[in-house]
């Protein structure tokens, strides 16, 4: 939803993640909106009725697939907190955001440029719905900003990029892809689900869409899919008109649930940027450890990149083991007390998964130049709220437990 910026322009974003979205209008006089569910908006009569498909801005009653307060308030929250945003698309989940953003910005015989460590899903959905829209997906090495620039053709509209990429956290250097993007007249995509504007502003970092998964940080507490897509002023209206277009809504329970996780936002993140560090600083000295990779941490792969242009992180990373098989990382897993094992990550509990990307790469083999072949089998973290000590004792036995006859 785009909506006049509400009347505390000046704060600080740490601020406005207290206030964003808290509309008079909204809330009534209590401190949220309250749960607006409705499919059915009435209207007085027939002249109303009448007018009403002819209007079609934000914070309009109309029917319930383009929201009501509920939604309006969430939507506009997170463009308070998007520099350079005019609005914000909100998505059942991260993955129909993503998607939300390229059906906006691309048509048949486009091609889209995709960074080779985007989110697993990204690239089958290039790979299928797109291909078989007629859009070619071509996928570029992360960190090769000069070959980024030669894979660009007359085709080229769009590039959706990932700082750092899923699994193997490779960092790109955003500001650097999308000057050369938007040079080339195209436009581009960050999901930026990682840091999420707090941690990097990303269209004030010269991208053109900022996509987040809601279901991670925004939500915070495991328990709601969603997504969103801000832009400035002319994408968010092909973003709005796509979004209409394909029926996309998400509910108002929802919606409420994201705006209660957003008010914490900024202390969660800092909390389990600080736990990660703590964790991965740990694992780096470790012998069954090849490499860390967490560009949060001095010396891991990205960390020039991360401390230029980011101003947090978050608790999600990854690290190597050395040397062993399939089979000894499953152990270690299994032998994990505090770390969950499933899917997704920013909630408040702390979480693991496997890494083996070899599968998921085009444009760049895994694993990489400068890590011996033998050394391959990955593990991924998300570092919650837990106390790190207990977190690194837990790690500790199951490194032990791993290898135990
Ligand atoms: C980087 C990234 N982007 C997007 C998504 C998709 O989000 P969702 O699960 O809400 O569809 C995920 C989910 O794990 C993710 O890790």
Redesign the pocket.
């Known amino acids: 939803m785009k909506l006049s910026k509400s009347p505390e322009k000046h704060v600080s974003t740490a601020t406005r993640l207290a206030t964003a979205g808290r509309r008079k209008e909204w809330t009534g006089p209590v401190v949220n909106p309250p749960v607006w569910r409705a499919s059915t908006h009435l209207y007085a009569n027939m002249a109303e009725l009448a007018e009403a498909p002819k209007r079609n801005e934000d914070g309009r009653f109309f029917y319930g697939r383009r929201g009501a307060p509920t939604q309006w308030a969430l939507a506009e929250a997170l463009t308070e907190i998007e520099p350079g945003a005019a609005g914000t698309m909100l998505y059942p989940?991260?993955?129909?955001a993503?998607a939300g953003a390229l059906l906006a910005v691309l048509r048949p015989g486009d091609v889209l440029l995709m960074t080779d460590n985007a989110?697993d899903?990204?690239r089958a959905m290039g790979k299928g719905l797109l291909k078989d829209f007629g859009i070619e997906t071509r996928f570029f090495d992360p960190l090769d900003i000069a070959g980024f620039e030669a894979a660009i053709c007359e085709r080229s509209r769009a590039v959706l990029l990932?700082a750092p990429g899923?699994l193997t956290m490779e960092m790109q250097d955003v500001p650097a892809l999308a000057r050369i993007a938007r040079a080339r007249g195209m436009v581009s995509i960050v999901?930026n689900?990682?840091a999420s504007p707090l941690g990097f502003p990303a269209l004030e970092h010269g991208a053109d869409i900022s996509v987040m998964?809601?279901?991670?940080h925004v939500g915070g507490h495991s328990d709601l899919?969603?997504?969103s897509a801000s832009a400035g002023a002319e994408l968010y209206a092909r973003l709005r008109k796509t979004a209409q277009a394909l029926g996309q809504v998400v509910s108002p329970d929802d919606a409420a649930l994201a705006l209660r996780g957003l008010r914490t936002l900024g202390l969660r993140l800092e909390k389990q940027t600080r736990n990660a560090l703590e964790v991965a600083t740990w694992l780096a000295e470790r012998p069954e450890v090849a490499r860390v990779l967490c560009p949060m941490l001095p010396g891991s792969p990205g960390h020039d990149i991360w401390a230029r242009d980011f101003t947090g992180g978050c608790g999600l990373f990854s690290f190597i083991l050395k040397g062993g098989d399939a089979a000894r990382r499953n152990r270690f897993i299994d032998a994990l007390d505090l770390f969950g094992i499933g899917?997704?990550?920013g909630g408040f509990e702390s979480l693991v998964t496997p890494v083996d990307p070899a599968s998921m790469r085009d444009a760049t083999p895994w694993p990489p130049a400068g890590l011996d072949p033998a050394d391959r089998f990955g593990v991924r973290l998300f570092i919650g709220l837990e106390d790190p000590a207990d977190l690194i004792a837990d790690i500790a036995r199951a490194l032990v437990a791993m290898d135990a006859p």
């Open positions: 989940s991260g993955v129909a993503i989110y899903p990204s990932e899923s999901d689900t990682w998964s809601l279901t991670k899919m969603m997504g899917y997704s990550w």
